[in-house]
């Protein structure tokens, strides 16, 4: 049958760039409230963030260092930024083509910077500073290709200099994106979905045009909270948390219908809180906070799920996350 297409209109895009790399161990995990300032007040009932009107994160400020588009002090542990290209031993699959994905990074995002994660070295990397305001979630296809949800702005962004261009307006403030594998929402192809408040939506990569698939009520007075995942089999998982300032579940984890968006499972608290960056690496799931730490979700044999805490990146709060799909050891033999 064919689709519906709501046609959307094209911004435009300005900013600055900077790349800055550097490659550190990252501590010991901490208390997941261990930083009481990184969260103060950024919760909003129905939505990440009071601070963004609407579903953008923001603390009123971006992280000190940060914000001038600089290294943080104690980050970058006095590594020297790369004069405009990304560090060559950082990692050999950048190499797949100018701003596309590498195989074995996680990338993450805040209100002002890329992130690169390497799982098998628990290291995170600070990539480039990113032109779009305060961006809320990014999504990575089979081709390495990023997109970026900014605002009602949907954009493609180059993943080594972080410079967004815009592709379309959005018909709400999205909280989520995600490819889903081929076969999954569209025959042949990739679909790239995403939740706004009100509804489950899948949209053209090519020029950002929508069509909604269902609608946001997840049931159990509940809203998504961070971010949608999917691995290679289909199976997508999405954060949730009580609408309203509810505290039965400040952070939960469901499998969804994904040619819904309907909850089909529900695992229960995750054990840690603020899981805005989902994504697959290895075909596991690992979680980003906003307090800045990694974690993967384990789902249980009795339905439930744990969070294995990995490390924490002092002083960071992460709002999106998303790697290729199929990437890890089973793509490049690792």
Known sequence: MPRCLVPLILLVACGRTELVTYDQPIPPPVDAGRDAGVDAGLRDAGLRDAGVDAGRPDAGRFDAGVDAGLPDAGFDA???????????????????????????????????????????????????TITCNRPTDLAIDQAGRAFMIAGFTL??????????????????????????????????????????????????????MAMALGSSDLGFNQIPSGDLTALEDGGAFLTVKDAN????????????????????????????????????????LYGFTNQGEAVILDLLGDGGVAARQLGTSPGRAF??????????SARDGG
């Open 78 to 128: 006095g590594v020297r930024p790369d004069a405009g290209r990304v560090d060559a031993g950082f990692d050999a699959g950048f190499d797949a083509g100018p701003g596309l994905a590498a195989d074995d990074i996680i990338y993450l995002h805040d209100s002002a910077a890329l992130y690169g994660y390497l799982p098998r070295t628990n290291t995170f990397t600070r990539i480039a």
């Open 245 to 284: 300032g509810g505290t039965v579940c400040s952070d939960c984890l469901v499998r969804i219908n994904p040619q819904t968006g309907a909850v089909v499972e529900r695992y229960g608290p995750i054990g840690v809180t603020s899981v805005w960056g989902l994504a697959t690496f290895d075909n596991k």
């Open 155 to 208: 954009y493609r962004l180059n993943l080594q200099t972080g410079v967004c261009t815009p592709l379309a307006t959005l018909p709400e403030l999205l909280l989520t994106l995600q490819f889903l594998p081929a076969g999954v929402v569209d025959p042949t192809a990739e679909g790239l979905v995403g939740y706004g408040p009100m509804s489950y939506w899948e949209f053209e990569p090519a020029t950002g």
């Open 319 to 328: 709002w999106g996350a998303a790697a290729r799909p199929g990437a890890g």
